[in-house]
């Protein structure tokens, strides 16, 4: 049998920009079937920990119940360990109730307004007992060395005089799969590289005023006229939405072949926006291990006993 | 009312197999892969990997019902090779290639962390 044989790529990877959360990079020398595979993962099944039961003792607020857990479930919490985490369904030292460490966090929340100003109650005043899972903004509030008094939390509930939230929160494991306030991913998106070839003998049969119909015929500013020479050159070639408006330009001026334009077909680029619960460096990464661990979970189990049969049938 | 839990998507039933195989009854090295709560993720980049393998003379996967989690991947290969053979080779093929891609992107993450470094942020 040919088990040396391999039909492994090498993928390369170059990042243009780097943020916390925010994240752009080339991917190059694989097919479209790795970018969206991993596309998928990032925004479905990179786990992170959200809040997922709610036990109020008083809400005299004008929001009832359900509305004000839902909204507690939205709030990204800080997700650094959930890869360590377990999932609550498959944690053996609980019953997911909240009362294990591996499994959950436990939140409290106990606001009351007294004055006659409204009360803002915000993610600020949600208390962990776990200093690693809290709301993102007040991470990064603690993260950064001044305070800003506008940046207090995510709003949960406005309250009047005499009214009162009390509540206690679990926050669990999950995946964007189970619902999406588990997704870590704002929006993952990736386009094909475009590759835009000017046949320049042509281009030079133009007048300026043609060139410059052609260059304003393009919805985004992918091309310009250079001051100097007068050319007509690629500006932004990532700008390129692939409507394909100049090419048809082209043809309607009676130059068909004027502007040619590819989309590589083994190279992209990535954008990661990141809700904060995970950082989009890190998210990616996660990304790849979970796609590697789904990988793991199909291969074939020894117990299929046709590999033998195989063999024999197969000849070789 | 009667929907189904959400984990039914992604939670692999007891007493199910993650991965059956069933050999095709009149055509030699064929046979049909059934991965239970899998979907496109999986199916597309085992199917374009099987692609790269001259030895597959078909590989293709479907997903039968959006309410029935589980793909199909159908293999036909030469008789130098076999469908267990090609699809275990394509897996592992992938997970080199995440290995690979990990690293590579730990790497670059590492050096333009540096960059944005020296650069004050």
């Known amino acids: 049998m040919e088990d040396t044989v391999s039909y492994q790529r090498l993928p390369k990877v170059r990042i243009r920009e780097m943020r916390d959360d925010f994240m752009k990079f080339e991917l190059r020398e694989t097919d479209a079937s790795m970018a969206n595979a991993l596309r998928r993962v990032m925004i479905a099944e990179v786990p992170t920990v959200a809040i997922d039961l709610v036990e109020i003792s008083v ?19 800080t997700s650094d360990n959930a890869m360590e985490m377990r999932f609550s369904r498959d944690c053996d030292s609980c019953d997911g109730d909240g009362q294990c460490e591996y499994c959950s966090v436990e939140f409290h929340l106990s606001a009351k307004c007294e004055s006659d100003q409204t009360l803002d109650v915000t993610s600020a005043d949600l208390h962990s007992v776990d200093h690693r899972v809290v709301p993102v903004d007040v991470q990064k509030a603690f993260d950064s060395d001044g305070y800003d008094p506008n940046q207090r939390g995510i709003l949960i509930v406005k309250l009047r005089r005499g009214q009162e939230l009390k509540l206690r929160a679990i926050a ?32 030079e049969t133009l007048t300026f005023e043609e060139k410059e119909s052609l260059v304003d015929s393009s919805p985004t500013k ?70 590697q661990q789904k990988l793991d ?14 063999a024999h049938l197969g000849g070789s | 009312m009667n929907a189904p839990d959400r984990y039914e998507r992604f939670v692999v039933p007891e007493g199910t197999k993650k991965v059956s195989y069933e050999r095709d009854t009149k055509i030699v090295n064929a046979a049909s892969f059934t991965v239970e709560r899998e979907d496109h993720t999986i199916g597309n ?35 130098h090779s076999s469908p267990t053979q090609a699809y275990n080779q394509a897996i592992n093929d992938l997970d080199k290639e995440l290995d690979y891609l990990k690293d590579a992107f730990e790497a670059e993450v590492s050096r333009v962390g540096q960059a944005n470094q020296h650069q004050g942020f």
């Open chain 1, 59 to 77: 809400n005299s607020s004008v929001l009832n119940d359900e509305f004000i857990a839902h909204r507690l479930g939205l709030i990204p919490l």
């Open chain 1, 172 to 203: 669990r494991k999950g995946i964007g799969k189970d619902h999406a306030k588990w997704s870590p991913a704002a929006t993952v998106t990736f386009m094909y590289e475009p590759q835009i070839h000017i046949n320049e003998e042509l281009m």
């Open chain 1, 222 to 291: 992918v091309f310009s006229i250079d001051p100097d020479t007068q050319q007509v050159v690629v500006m932004d070639a990532e700008a390129y939405t692939y409507d394909e408006e100049v090419i048809k330009k082209a043809e309607s001026m009676g130059k068909p072949g004027l502007v040619e334009i590819y989309a590589k077909e083994d190279s992209f680029i990535f954008t990661v926006e990141s809700t904060g619960a995970i950082k989009a460096p890190q998210l990616v990464i996660n990304a790849i291990k979970v796609l």
């Open chain 1, 297 to 310: 979970a199909v291969r074939l189990q020894d117990d299929n006993n046709f590999n033998e049969l195989d």
């Open chain 2, 45 to 79: 980049i085992v199917r374009m990997q099987l692609h790269r393998d001259p030895n597959v003379l078909f590989a293709g996967y479907k997903l039968p019902h959006p309410l029935q989690y589980k793909i199909v991947v159908r293999i036909h290969t030469t008789s």
